[in-house]
């Protein structure tokens, strides 16, 4: 079973990275990324609190995902 958790590859805190992680390994978290700012447009004091308490609770990854521990090793 797949839990939420951020990204190791991040923006600003790896929410929308560690969303579209948990949604699918292999999506771009682009998509989640513009998805959110259309929604912080459309209400953003509720967007940007969630944002806030996901970036605060959620835990950072460790290097669950196949292809990052390639990177991790090749670096």
């Known amino acids: 079973m797949a839990t939420l958790k951020k990204t190791k ?3 600003i ?3 929308c990275g560690g969303i579209a992680k948990f ?3 292999d999506i771009n978290p682009l998509g989640i990324r513009l998805l959110w700012v259309i929604l912080t447009l459309i209400h953003p004091c ?3 609190l969630t944002y806030i308490i996901l970036a605060a609770t959620l835990r950072t ?4 995902f196949e292809e990052e521990k ?3 090793k090749t670096v």
């Open 9 to 11: 590859k991040r923006v």
């Open 70 to 72: 390639t990177e991790e």
């Open 23 to 25: 949604i699918d390994p």
């Open 46 to 48: 509720f967007m940007i």
């Open 13 to 15: 805190a790896g929410v």
């Open 61 to 64: 990854e460790l290097l669950l």
